[in-house]
Every structure is written in C-alpha cells, then in structure tokens.
DNA sequence: AAAAAATGGTTTCGCTAAAGGATATTGCAA
DNA sequence: TTGCAATATCCTTTAGCGAAACCATTTTTT
C-alpha cells in the first residue's frame, strides 16, 4: 500500500508538505500541490483511514442499529428503504455505514461499548427493543443519535406523521359511511399513542361514537398476533364495519382471519393498514392504507445526524415528522352507495 | 477515552505490559494480568480498533455490497435476510459489516478503492450489477471475496441448488398433469443457465415435449416485466396450463397479468415462483415455490469468507451449493384428478 | 526590512511486535 | 552441598503503522 511517505521520497518533499498538497491546505503553492496530487493519482495513493481515524479523531463511520430479531429489523421493508436512502445520503458526504449491535464479539460488547469500539462518529437507531438498556446506555452517551420512530427526550427522532395519518385514515373511512370501526393497536410506544390520538381526533371531528372495546392490542409486524385479535373482533356479537391493523404486515394477518371465518373483503369488513410497503399495492385486493415516506424519513435522518456531528453547536436534538399519503385501495367499502 | 497508557501510568507498568495481559499473551504473571484486566475494566477502558488496525493491518471489517438500484438490494427480502444471517455469524467472531458501495464519497471512489480505504478483511458480493468494471476490478484484486448467486472463477461462491429446485418444481408441476409449460427466465446469468437446465432436464426425465416458443426472457424481481410477458404468453394462440416465473416477487405482476385478463388461478392458470419469500406464503392463495434456505447460505458465505482471510493458505475458491425446499402452495391445479 | 507564502521537522494519536534486560529458578558437574 | 551457567519468567524498551497538527524555518513578495 502507497502511503504519503512513499509519494514524499519519490517528489522530493516532506510528508507534511503531501498531506497538505491532498487535503487542499491553503498553505502549499499551486504548483506543488498540483504535482503531488498528480504523483499520489499515479501511484494509486489511498489514503488509510484507520490512520486518519487515529489523528483526527473522526472515522467517518455511522453505527446503524436494527432489531436482530428473525423477521425483524433488516427483512423488514420498511427499515430496509430507509436505511437504504439513509445509506445513499451518507455515501455522497463520505460517511460509512456499519451495523452495530449488541453482544458483538468475543467480550460481548454492549451496543454503546460496541460503537466507542468501532469510534462511530453517529448513530442511527432504526427497529429494535428501544426499552432495552443497552438502547438507554446509547441515548445517555455521549455519541450523537437520531432514533426512527421512536421518541427520546434527548435524541433527535424522525417519524411519520403518525397522528395525522391515522386520522386522514379516519377522515376517509367515515367518509365511506363506516361508523362502527374497531383498532388494533401496536405495542405501546409513544409512536402508538400518536397514532390512537389521531383515531380519536379523527373520530370526535365527525362525531363518530368510539366503542372503548373495540380498541385492541397486538403488535408490530405480527402476523399470528393480528390473525388472533381480529378474530376475537369478529366473534363478538356486536361486529365493526371496518378495522385498523397496526401496520401493512400485520394487515395481512388480519385479513387471512377474516376469510378463513369466510367473510369476504371489503364486502363483508373493511380494513386498512399503516406503512405502504410494495406489497400492500400488489395484493388482491389493494390495500387502503397510508403510505410512509421512507425516502424522505432516511434522507432528513442522515442529514439531521451528520449535522450534528459536523456542527454539534448549531444542533438540537428535535422530533422531525414526515408527512406521508394515503393510498386508496381497494379494501374499503363504500357504505354510502 | 482512556487508553493503555493510562492504565499503565496507574498501575505503574509499561505500555506493553498492559497490551499483553490484555490480549492474553503468555509471558505476563497471572497476578499481573489479572490485576491489569481488573484495572481495565475499572477504568472503562475498550481498545481503539482503528489504532490496533494501523499497527496489525487487520481491521475485522468486511465490507458488504449490494444493488443500490431502488426496489433491489436492501429492500429485497431475499437479501436481506442473507445478510442478516451473515452478520449473526460475524458478529459473534468480532467482525463487522460496513456497506461498501461504487461512487463513495466525494472522490467517487470505484468499490475496489472503497474497500482499500476502509481496509475491509474481506467482501461479500450480494445482489448488483456483476457484470459492471467495479466488480471485476474487486473480483481481480488481493482481497478475499464471496459472491451470492453468480458464479466467477476466482472467487467462492455461495448459492442455491437452482438446477434442482427448478427440476423439483417441475417433478410436481407434471405430477399435477400438466404438460403444456412456459418459462419465464431473469437476465442471462450462470444461475438462470442452471435454472433453465433444471427445467429442461424435469421436462426431458418425464417425456414432456419443451415448446420454444414458450421459453421467455424477462427480469428478476421486475413485476413490470412479469406482467407484460404474462399477458405476451397468454395472447398467443396456444396456451399453456402453467407457468413459471423468475421470481416470487415476478409472480405477483404476473399473476395480476393474468386477473386482469380475467384468468382465475389456479383454476385456469397455475403459476410457480423461485426464492420463497415470506408474502408467497401469505397471499391468497398461496403461491407454489422453491424456497431458498437464505439462513444457510448467509451462514456459510459467512463462515467460508472468514475462513479465506484467516486461513488464506487452506482455502481454495469453490461453488457451494445450498439445497432448499418445495413449498407447495395453491397455485397449481390438480389436472389428473 | 518586514510581511506573507511555502515548505519541512517533529511529535502525536493508541496499539502491538520484537528484541532486550533483570531476576528467579533449574541443571549438573565438581 | 556448592558454584555457575543455562533456562525460564516476567517485564521494559524500542520501533514503528500512516496521517495530520503544530511549530519552525526558508523563500518569496512587497
């Protein structure tokens, strides 16, 4: 490997004068700095990070936390777009991504003392158990994070607009006559009572009677979980119109229920789910639901957190919400035709 | 951050004293080591990887790569549960993933020069464009690499038994009665080669006569594409009984290709997928497929990787091949009965 | 002659490998 | 048993890895 040294024997100039000459030193005449970099093209000089790392102090390396959990975490397309367009951001400014998680290692390193290990510069904490204390040991240290969709007092967090969302939900469901509507809630998050805010608002706005027993809880991207409640809905003797699902996943789950106990959709119930993942517009029927906007939430989450570590300063830690859209499916029936 | 030196000055030892008990070495008293790796621990003290890096020229970094193409990549599910699975395993021998990727950074760096700067120990090629310069030029260079799914000479190579999933699927397709089958093929690859080999041999073993016409070329993970060259097939005057699709993900366009045209499935038209994606399984009604063990292959794409950088001697580049399973489905009709 | 611009020398980041030195332990012939 | 070399044990010193910051020096410009 070509190092500065290397391109300082064979010009003729010190090692300092180089790195100068390739880190664009105001310090150093055009003429030089011009042959040095010439010279390090030639020689097919890369520089070595884990020596800049090591002066500097700044590895250009973001910690990227995802649930390990099977079917959690990466193979869960929401989680995987942004990261995927968190990723494109991180690329074009010369930040690298590495997963870090816990238990890393022989010594079983927590998340915190994996990332101090690793020197990360940022953190992204995208799925996961937020409740967990190695998520606490992170959010107290002293490495910058921003969290998706999940709120800390002191981290920075980039979410849907989960409130409004639901209500825009709310909004078009009642305007196709449904009165009588049933949600089934996620784990309860701060994220999941946004939502339930939004159900209720939505609901009080039009004047629609909200039947306290009809407020379920499940879980995220919980298939066999969603599969259970929504039957337990449906063999009450008092049946809704139509029922929330936490998430798009989950909806699927949900509906599978609903057949198997034949009833057909939207004809017999109507429902709607929350994320817009590809396959929520591919099923037949298409899903109603409201579509997150992955890009943007990955996109304003690397900016967000490449500020603060470039100019921890003019930063403050901010709950940054992202509007996304409601996509008209086909699984809400219109009641009032 | 405290370093080794801080808990040498505290303990009244040499630099290197300190290192050694911390790495185990021999010539170090029990007493010593023990009370230097208390102290350590004390003091909070984790080791800068970036520094012991620089001196051992071992990072314990491998860099991943995949498509960065919207829509693939990350975001299918296929890799990103291989890559899950590789990481579990390189996790618990303290190596960590960082995405590499072509165009990184200010400089743009090619895959090859971003591998060299990051000094990753080894890369795992998993979705993206093989054929392009950036990968030949990482194929052809001093680093360990493993591919999923595409096969190159010099380097190992980590993917399903294609030739006889394709060929199970084709056993069941004519045990099912039918005769009259078209293939949808992806892009040219050595994997759609022995894929189409499969389907050859099946048809050949069972005397069922292979219409040419009936060989199709479209894409893989492309619902567009799909769709088109399902409705292609169908408009002709022959029809098949069956057909099968590139991928899971492929069926879906191709199966809303042949609602659309008012076919019902499998009544009219059965449909096979390849990859066995969790949505296969979930939709109505399920879908026939060969489900790729993605838990194996990214365990040992993990294992063989790390066994070429630590073990350069005793490894040899190969072609490891990962048997998977018949997920029946309800997809193709019974014919015989 | 003073100021500005260009370049160089040296130290430092944190760590480890290799060689070197001090002390204690053993081997073994006288 | 004694004496002294051989050996083992444990620790220190030295020497970088590659890059960049700091301060010093030389050269050029005004």
């Known amino acids: 490997m070509v190092s500065l040294k ?18 664009d030193h105001h310090d150093i005449s055009d003429a030089t700095k ?3 970099v010439r010279a390090a093209r030639e020689m097919g000089y890369f520089p070595n990070s884990q020596a800049r790392a090591l002066k500097t102090n700044r590895t250009y390396n973001i910690g990227v936390m995802f649930s390990e959990e099977e079917g959690k975490g990466l193979s869960q397309e929401f989680f995987a777009r942004i990261i995927s367009y968190f990723k494109d951001y991180c690329d074009n400014l010369g930040y690298d991504l590495t997963f870090v ?23 992204l904490l995208t799925s996961g158990d937020f409740t967990s204390p190695d998520v606490f040991e992170v959010i107290n240290g002293d490495i ?10 002191s981290a920075t967090t980039v979410m849907s607009s989960n409130e409004m969302g639901v209500e825009k939900l709310v909004d078009y469901v009642i305007k196709n006559g ?30 629609v009677e909200i039947n306290p027993d009809w407020i379920y809880k499940a879980d995220y991207h919980n298939l066999e979980k969603a599969y259970i409640v929504t039957k337990q809905i449906m063999e009450k003797d008092e049946k809704p119109t139509c029922i929330f699902m936490p998430d798009d996943y989950s909806a699927l789950g ?3 229920a609903l057949t198997d106990m034949g009833y057909k959709i939207p ?28 890009k943007t939430i990955g996109r304003l989450a690397a900016e967000k957190l490449i500020n603060m570590i470039e100019q921890p300063e003019t930063s403050f830690t901010e709950e ?16 009032t035709k």
């Open 34 to 36: 011009e042959r040095l």
């Open 254 to 256: 949900g509906m599978r």
């Open 6 to 23: 290397d391109i300082a024997k064979k010009c003729g100039v010190s090692i300092a004068t180089v790195s100068k000459a390739l880190n």
């Open 267 to 294: 004809e017999d119930v109507s429902v709607v789910g929350f994320d817009g993942i590809s396959y929520s517009q591919l099923m037949n029927p298409r899903l109603t639901t409201y579509a997150q906007d992955t």
């Open 178 to 207: 449904h009165t009588k509507i049933a949600y089934i809630q996620g784990l309860y998050t701060s994220v999941t009572k946004r939502r339930l805010q939004g159900f209720f608002k939505g609901c009080q706005k039009h004047g």
């Open 320 to 335: 940054i919400v992202v509007e996304g859209e409601l996509y008209e499916g086909e699984t809400v029936k219109d009641l």
């Open 101 to 123: 998680s816990s238990g890393f290692g022989k010594q079983k390193m927590s998340l915190y003392e994996h990332c101090k290990y690793r020197n990360v510069d940022g953190i």
């Open 144 to 153: 910058p994070v921003v969290t998706i969709d999940y709120i800390f007092e």
